[in-house]
């Protein structure tokens, strides 16, 4: 066995990487009207177990609380902790539901589980891996 660090198994010219950034926010902005349908049918869903439920809550209520690890006065990642814990929630609670179930509540365009599994994709490359640990025991 070598010693040797493994490369990566695919290198991101940063131009591209900006590019698949900005389409994911994209695609995660125009599907958010039908991510909120489709979380209030989880929500009322008695199939859902009631821990992903307030896990959503709790995850909400320190959204917008103003009692916060990162002050909202700090730019950008003064609301990034806030938008991060949020969508740990309710990748938990959509991962907890099922696929079957998310399927039959989901009126949207596209696959959703893609499209999420490429945003918290993107919110765990963002954070650091000890924050990420702590949101996962908390909320996963």
Same mark, same amino acid.
């Given at each position: 066995?070598?010693?040797?660090?493994?490369?990566?198994?695919?290198?991101?010219?940063?131009?591209?990487?900006?590019?698949?950034?900005?389409?994911?926010?994209?695609?995660?902005?125009?599907?958010?009207?039908?991510?909120?349908?489709?979380?209030?049918?989880?929500?009322?869903?008695?199939?859902?177990?009631?821990?992903?439920?307030?896990?959503?809550? *709790?995850?909400?209520?320190?959204?917008?609380? &103003?009692? +916060?690890?990162?002050?909202?006065?700090?730019? %950008?990642? @003064?609301? $990034?902790?806030?938008?991060?814990?949020?969508?740990?929630?309710?990748?938990?609670?959509?991962?907890?539901?099922?696929?079957? *179930?998310?399927?039959?509540?989901?009126?949207? &365009?596209? +696959?959703?589980?893609?499209?999420?599994?490429? %945003?918290? @994709?993107? $919110?765990?490359?963002?954070?650091?891996?000890?924050?990420?640990?702590?949101?996962?025991?908390?909320?996963?």
């Amino acid at each position: 066995m070598s010693d040797q660090p493994h490369p990566p198994d695919e290198v991101i010219p940063p131009h591209e990487a900006r590019q698949q950034f900005s389409e994911v926010i994209k695609d995660a902005v125009l599907a958010l009207p039908n991510i909120v349908k489709l979380i209030g049918r989880l929500l009322a869903d008695p199939r859902v177990p009631r821990r992903s439920k307030i896990a959503l809550g *709790l995850a909400s209520a320190y959204a917008v609380s &103003p009692i +916060d690890v990162i002050p909202e006065f700090i730019p %950008v990642i @003064g609301w $990034a902790d806030d938008v991060l814990v949020v969508l740990y929630a309710v990748d938990s609670l959509i991962q907890r539901a099922g696929p079957e *179930l998310v399927e039959e509540h989901w009126d949207g &365009p596209g +696959d959703l589980l893609a499209l999420i599994n490429d %945003v918290m @994709g993107l $919110a765990r490359g963002l954070m650091p891996r000890r924050i990420g640990a702590v949101l996962d025991r908390l909320i996963g």
